[in-house]
C-alpha cells in the first residue's frame, strides 16, 4: 500500500457530519492505521480485529457450521488501538466457522463476518478461517498476465495500453448455463476453465470461443459474494446480475461446486483466472463499493452504524444508488476499506482490472489513490466506471467521478453514453432510433465518439446529443461501446426502435453498429453474444429474469457465423493497426480527418496511420446512416478494400469503392 497508507498516516482523525450542507450530529471517529483487520492465520496462531469506535463492547463467536445453531465458543474482545476492537488464539483453528458483535447504546447488534472477511460459508453469514495457501491450485504461484498489446515498444513490465484493450462484457452463469455450451460445470467459475469444448453441433464455446474471437479482457459481471441468489437453495429458481454486495472479498458461493467450505469457491475462482490467463485473456472484475443490497442491517452498519454511508441533513440515508444507500468514499475508513479490497483482489486473485458500478457516487480523490495504488501493483491494470449516478447526492458535483470530470481522473475511463445512444438512440425511449438505426443529426455524436470524447477541430460540440465539450484530455479515459448488460441489447433495440424493417436491414444496422465501436478510438467494448446478435427476447432489464432469457444460446453462433466472423476480423484489424488505438488527444485531433459537407447520415474520416507507425499508411472509414444507397468518390487512387458495405473483402473482389450500401461501414487503406 505504497501510496495510500503513506498518506493515510497523517490523517489521526476525522469529523464526519450526517450532511454537506447541515453539522448535525458530528463525531470524531479515529483512522485506523494498520493493514491486518479481520483474520491474520498462522497454524500456530490466529488474530481477529475489528474497527468499531462507537462499541461499548465487542465479541466474537465460533460457530461448527456454516448455517446451524451449533455455537462453540463465545469470547469478548479487547479494546484496542485507533477504533479496534482484537482477540488472538494460540491454536489451530482452520475450518472453523465465525461472526463479530458490537455493543452500541446498550444494545447487541447482529452477528455479522466484519467486512475484512477474505472466506465465508454458505450465503455469506459467516466468516471461515482458511489459510489461503489451501487454495491455490497448481501453478498458481506462476501464473502471470498475458500481454494484450501488439506495440513493439513498452515500457517494462507493461503488457498493454488501455487503448489496446478489447473489452467483452460476460456473465459467469450465462457463459455456460445453455444446454448449447457443452460444458461439463455449467453456470459454475469451472464452466469458465474448460478448454476443447464444443457442443453437439461441433460447436466451439465458451473459453475457446473467446480466445478465437480474439478479445483481450473478460469483463465479468460481478462475481464477488452477492447477496440475492440463497446458496443453500442450489436447487430453486434464482438469478441475478450481482449488484447487491454482501461480502466484498470473496467469490460469489452459487458459481462455486461447493460454497460451505469457503475453500472451494476462492480456488475454483483462481483455477478461471489461471484458465484466461493461459488462453491470453486478462480478466477485469465489475465491482459495487457505491452501495450494499442492505442498509441499516448491512455488515458495515452493524460494526459501525451510519459510518460508511452518506446521510441528508435530516438524518436519513442518501441514495444516489437508487438501491437505498450510498457509500461514503470520502470518509478516510471507507476510503481504506475500497483501496484495501482491490488490493486484494490484485494480489490474490491476479485480477487484471476493475470496472466501478456507478463510479460518479465515488469521490474524485479516492478514485485516483485507488489508481495509484493499484498502478504501482500493476502498471497495465485496466479501471473504468460509469461516470454518473443513479441518483442526486449530497456529494458535491464538483468532487464526483463522473464523466464530465474525467479529465481530472487519472488512468481511469469512463463510459461514453454519447456513443452508445448515438448509435442506437436512447436508452430511455425504446422507440428511439440512432444514426445506425437511420435516425436524422446524429452525425456530431458520432464524430465525437469517434474520437473518443476528445477535442477535435471538426466536431460540432453543439450538436453532440449529451455532451456540448470534450471532457477526455486523452483516448484511454473513454470506453467505445454501443451495448451492455444494462437495457436492451443492441439486437432487442433495433427490434423495437426498427419494428416495421426487415430483419436483414436490421442485421445491417447491428453490423454497422458493432463496425462503429471497433473503428472508433477509445477502449473498445462489446457485450457477450452480440457476435452473434444475442437476444434476450426483448427483455430489457433482465436482471433476475432468468435463464431462459439470460443464459447465451451457442446454436447462435453457427446460425450467424458471417456476423462471428466479421467481429473477429475487426478485432484482428484494430490489434494490428495502431491507427485504431493512438493514444493521446494530440494525435486523434491532427491525425484524424473528416470528410466536410457530406449528406446527412455519411461520415467519412481519413486516419494518418504512417505517423503512428502503421503498415496501413493511410486508413479510409466511411458509415452510412441512411437508408439511401450512397455514392461518395475517392479522394484519390490507389485504396484497397478490407471491409465493403458491412462485408469482409478479399484481395480478389471486384466491387465498386464509392457504392455504399445502406447502413454500412466500408473500410479501405493504402500501403
Known sequence: MRYVITALFFLSMMT????????????????????????????????????????????????????????????LMQQSEQGTWSISFASDLKGRYYVFQV????????????????????????????????????????????????????????????????????????????????????????????AGVVNDKRIATGLDHLQDLGVTHVHLLPSY?????????????????????????????SYATNPSDGIT???????????????????????????????????????????????????????????????ASERPMMRKFMIESLAYWVNEYHIDGFRFDLMGIHDIETMNMISRELHAIKPDILLYGEGWTASESPLPEALRAIKKNAHQLEGIAVFSDDLRDGIKGSVFNHADRGFASG????????????????????????????????????????????????????????????????????????LLSLSIVLTSQGIAFLHAGTEFLRSKKGVENSFNAG????????????????????????????????????????????????DENLPDGLIAFTLNGASVGDSWKEIRVIYNGSNDVRKLPLPSKGWRLYVHNNMLVSAATNADPTALSPFSASIMYKK
Open 439 to 510: 435516425k436524422k443529426g446524429m452525425e456530431e455524436s458520432i464524430k465525437f465518439g469517434v474520437v473518443a470524447s476528445c477535442a477535435h477541430p471538426q466536431v460540432n460540440y453543439g450538436k453532440v446529443n449529451y455532451s456540448q465539450a470534450p471532457y477526455a484530455n486523452e483516448p484511454g479515459k473513454v470506453i467505445s461501446y454501443c451495448e451492455c448488460h444494462d437495457n436492451h441489447v443492441l439486437w432487442d433495440k433495433l427490434a423495437v426502435s426498427n419494428a416495421s424493417d426487415p430483419i436483414s436491414l436490421r442485421k445491417q444496422m447491428h
Open 225 to 253: 459474494d452477492f447477496y440475492s441468489v440463497v446458496e443453500s437453495k442450489p436447487d430453486s429458481l434464482q438469478y441475478n446480475w450481482g449488484y447487491d454486495p454482501l461480502n466484498y472479498n470473496v467469490p460469489e458461493g
Open 265 to 327: 469457491r476462492i480456488r475454483e475462482f483462481k483455477e478461471m483466472i489461471q484458465a484466461m490467463h493461459k488462453k491470453g485473456i486478462r480478466v477485469v472484475m465489475d465491482v459495487v463499493y457505491n452501495h450494499t443490497m442492505l442498509t441499516e442491517t448491512s455488515y458495515f452498519n452493524q460494526l459501525v452504524p451510519d459510518y460508511y454511508y452518506r446521510q441528508r441533513n435530516d438524518g436519513t440515508f442518501s441514495n444516489a444508488s437508487a438501491c437505498g444507500n450510498e457509500t
Open 547 to 594: 435463464d431462459s432469457i439470460n443464459a447465451i444460446n451457442w446454436y447462435q453462433k453457427e446460425e450467424h457465423a458471417d456476423v462471428v466472423n466479421y467481429v473477429k476480423r475487426l478485432i484482428e484489424m484494430r490489434k494490428d493497426h495502431p491507427a485504431f488505438r493512438m493514444t493521446t488527444q494530440e494525435q486523434i485531433a491532427s491525425l484524424i480527418r473528416f
Open 16 to 75: 464526519v457530519h450526517r450532511g454537506f450542507g447541515q453539522f448535525q450530529d458530528s463525531k470524531i471517529y479515529p483512522v485506523y492505521h494498520g493493514n491486518d483487520l479481520g483474520l491474520t492465520y498462522t497454524p500456530q496462531k490466529s488474530s481477529f480485529k475489528i474497527w468499531s469506535p462507537t462499541a461499548d463492547a465487542a465479541r466474537i463467536t465460533f460457530y461448527g457450521s456454516s448455517l446451524g445453531s451449533d455455537i462453540v465458543s463465545t469470547h
Open 103 to 194: 455493543l452500541v447504546n446498550g444494545k447487541w447488534l447482529s452477528e455479522v463476518p466484519d467486512p475484512y472477511a477474505k472466506a465465508v460459508g454458505t450465503d455469506g453469514k459467516r466468516a471461515v478461517v482458511i489459510d489461503l495457501n489451501d487454495t491455490n491450485p497448481m501453478g498458481w504461484r506462476e501464473d502471470k498476465s498475458p500481454s494484450f498489446s501488439t506495440r513493439k515498444q513498452l515500457n517494462e513490465g507493461v503488457g498493454g495500453l488501455p487503448v489496446d484493450a478489447v473489452v467483452y462484457e460476460l456473465h459467469v452463469r450465462d457463459a455456460t448455463i445453455h444446454p448449447s455450451s457443452g460444458t461439463r460445470n455449467k453456470g459454475k467459475f469451472l464452466g469458465l476453465t474448460e
